[in-house]
């Protein structure tokens, strides 16, 4: 009997307004070991928020979430009282699921060593010569060892983002999420960070991808969600939503996509 694979990321009912606007409403999605999803929609369909309120950068309004076995329930009116997830939740989640952002987020008055150690030596609390050492290997990964001593305002923009890529893998986690991850780039350095990210997935790393590359979602992920109005309309294989028209608005988002 095959033993029934337990998700590594698994998020149930994920629901957020702000103010009278209801952002996500009762989001659910699992992610098993290796599964990389691409997350697409239109502008203010809710992909973004909803990678936030993985990681509670944003805290939901109510849902729940399971990484690696460990349950948080999240209540936003609970949290502010001190009721919900507790700090240390928090914190293991955020080690757990790393996240990389649009805009890089480096640190300008560190460099890109240091950028790569700070969690791993100040959350983690792991030595000082473990962190360098896992920093340097995984800049030679993304193939800028040789920039190590460099600031941040010294690298292009897809140098800062494979420096974020690195920063996100020092942690460890079970998942790396990436929100456009690609779309503060110039489009000659777009390829780059994808070629990274690639290499990543075929490595068997968990990733949710919040993207409008479509030849990383068909090519690369074996999971594809469409969001439309804070709800998943549609998701599956990337065959299947790309080939036999899954919804009318999909195709209407694909088509202008080009």
């Known amino acids: ?43 203010g369909s809710g992909k973004s928020t909803f990678l ?27 949290h502010r009282h001190g009721h919900s997830a507790s700090r240390r939740q928090i914190e293991q989640l955020r080690a757990r699921v790393a996240m990389v952002f649009q805009s ?17 030596r100040y959350v983690l609390k792991r030595p000082l010569a473990e962190c360098k050492a ?3 290997h995984l800049l030679n ?21 494979r420096v974020a890529i690195a920063r996100a893998l020092a942690m460890d986690p079970e998942v790396i999420l990436f929100d456009e991850p690609t779309s503060a780039l110039d489009p000659e350095l777009v390829g780059e960070v994808l070629n990274v990210m690639r290499a990543l997935a075929d490595e068997g790393r968990t990733m949710l991808v919040v993207t409008h590359e479509m030849g990383f979602a068909r090519n690369v992920a074996n999971r594809v969600v469409f969001m439309h109005e804070g709800n998943i309309e549609c998701e599956g294989d990337p065959d299947t939503l790309f080939t036999r028209h899954a919804s009318p608005r999909f195709d209407q988002f694909i088509s202008r996509m080009g």
Not at 52 to 78: H, Y
Not at 141 to 148: C, F, H, I
């Open 134 to 136: 896992q920093a340097e």
């Open 52 to 78: 936030r309120c993985i990681n509670l950068l944003e805290v939901p309004d109510a849902g729940e979430i399971q990484v690696a076995g460990e349950t948080i329930i999240v209540d936003a009116k609970a």
């Open 1 to 43: 009997m095959t033993a029934i694979q337990q998700p590594v990321l698994a998020v149930q009912n994920i629901r957020k307004s702000f103010g009278d606007h209801a952002v996500l409403k009762s989001i659910s999605l699992s992610a098993n070991k290796g599964d990389v999803i691409s997350v697409l929609g239109a502008s």
């Open 141 to 161: 990964q993304v193939g800028l060892y040789a920039r190590k001593d460099y600031y941040p305002e010294q690298l292009s923009g897809g140098q800062q983002q």
């Open 104 to 120: 890089f987020n480096l640190w300008s008055h560190r460099t890109v060593l240091e950028n790569v150690m700070e969690g791993p």
